[in-house]
C-alpha cells in the first residue's frame, strides 16, 4: 500500500521563528489534507490540496503531485502552533493514510 | 454546518470488558471512517464505510472488534472483549465521496482506556 512519510519528526522553535515541515508519498493520490491536533486530541484541517500552492494567514501548503510530495510553511510561529502536525493522503480507493506526524513545539 | 458529533468523549473500562463508541457523520457523508491513534503515532484506519456498505475493514481485528452503520448515517464501533493495548482514542470522520478522495472531517475522538 501507499507509504506516508514525514519529516522532521521532531521541531522546537523559537516564538516568530519560519518553519518548513514535509510529506513524501510513494504513488500517486487523489487527495491531500495537512491536520493540526491540538492538545486534546482533536484533528484540525488546515489544507486540502491534491496540488498546487494555498494560503491561510501565516500557514501556506505547496504540493507537488508529479514529485510525490508536499510541504507545510509555518510563519511568525505562536505558541499556540505548537501540537503535532499530519499530512494524510488517499489513492483511488479513498483510504486515508497517515504519516507519523512532526511534534511541534513553540518556545515563548 | 455541524460537525462530526463522537461520544462518549472518555471511557474507562477494565479489560475483557466491552464499550461502544457512537458516531454522528456530517449530514450527506457518504463515507465514514473509524481509525485508531495509538499514543505517538499516526491514527491507523480500521474500517471505512461508503453509505452502509463496508469499503475497506482489511486492519479491523474482527475477532473483537465490529462496527455497523445501519441506514448509512450513524455508526457505532464495539470492543469486545477489550485489551490493553486496545487503549487508544478512537476518532471517527466522514466524506462526501469516496472515489475521488474529498476532503475528510473530524470528530473531537473518544479516548479509551484498559485497565
Known amino acids: 500500500g501507499i507509504q506516508v512519510e514525514q519529516s522532521p519528526p521532531d521541531l522546537i522553535l523559537q516564538e516568530g521563528a519560519n518553519s518548513t515541515l514535509r510529506c513524501n508519498f510513494s504513488?500517486?493520490?487523489?487527495?491531500l489534507q495537512w491536520f493540526h491536533q491540538n492538545p486534546w486530541g482533536q484533528l484540525i484541517n488546515l489544507f486540502y490540496?491534491?496540488?498546487g500552492t494555498k494560503q491561510n494567514g501565516r500557514l501556506s501548503a505547496t504540493t507537488v503531485a508529479t514529485e510525490r510530495y508536499s510541504l507545510l510553511y509555518i510563519s511568525s510561529s505562536q505558541t499556540t502552533d505548537s501540537g503535532v502536525y499530519f499530512c494524510a493522503v488517499n489513492n483511488q480507493g479513498g483510504k486515508l493514510i497517515f504519516g507519523q506526524g512532526t511534534e511541534l513545539s513553540v518556545k515563548p | 454546518e455541524a460537525g462530526v458529533a463522537q461520544s462518549p468523549r472518555y471511557k474507562i473500562i477494565e479489560k475483557r470488558q466491552s464499550v461502544a463508541f457512537w458516531c454522528n457523520p456530517i449530514s450527506g457523508h457518504a463515507t465514514l471512517y473509524w481509525y485508531q491513534q495509538i499514543l505517538g503515532q499516526g491514527p491507523k484506519l480500521l474500517i471505512q464505510?461508503?453509505?452502509?456498505?463496508?469499503?475497506?475493514d482489511s486492519q479491523l481485528p474482527k475477532d473483537r472488534f465490529s462496527a455497523e452503520r445501519l441506514k448509512g448515517v450513524d455508526s457505532t464501533l464495539k470492543i469486545q472483549p477489550a485489551k490493553l493495548e486496545d487503549s487508544a482514542v478512537y476518532l471517527c470522520?466522514?466524506?462526501?465521496?469516496?472515489?475521488?478522495?474529498?476532503?475528510?472531517?473530524f470528530g473531537q475522538g473518544t479516548r479509551l482506556t484498559v485497565v
Open positions: 470522520a466522514s466524506s462526501l465521496a469516496t472515489q475521488w478522495g474529498t476532503e475528510a472531517f
Open positions: 490540496i491534491p496540488s
Open positions: 464505510f461508503q453509505n452502509n456498505g463496508v469499503v475497506d
Open positions: 504513488d500517486s493520490v487523489n487527495n
